[in-house]
């Protein structure tokens, strides 16, 4: 499985962004797409995932602000991010993970600043 992220990119403080993530391969039906993050000098965190039957979980941080989606016609994976804050800034990687098998992309980085 390769996955494609795009959509990072220089934003300021309260503006939006939309990252995509295209997986491709031996995609099966039952799986979980999710974003992680990575600032500078701090460990890799979840951010959200959506389950294949449309079940989404969020960091508290992004709550209200961040929304995962889906299109599983096209093995996609976005995230619309809203209200953006300055500790949002950090590298961006999806994930996709089925049968015990987990697959990253190679990460968009998200800056956040004026």
């Known amino acids: 499985v390769q996955l494609q992220a795009s959509g990072g990119g220089l934003v300021q403080p309260g503006g939006s962004l939309r990252l995509s993530c295209a997986a491709s391969?031996?995609?099966?039906?039952?799986?979980?797409m999710a974003w992680y993050r990575q600032a500078p000098g701090k460990q890799r965190e979840l951010v959200a995932y959506i389950i294949s039957n449309g079940y989404t979980t969020y960091a508290d941080a992004v709550k209200g602000r961040f929304t995962i989606s889906r299109d599983n016609a096209k093995s996609t994976v976005y995230l619309q991010m809203n209200s953006l804050k300055p500790e949002d800034t950090a590298v961006y990687y999806c994930?996709?993970?089925?049968?015990?098998?987990?697959?990253w992309g190679q990460g968009t980085l998200v800056t956040v600043s004026s």
């Open positions: 391969g031996r995609i099966f039906s039952n799986n979980v």
């Open positions: 994930k996709y993970s089925s049968r015990g098998d987990d697959y």
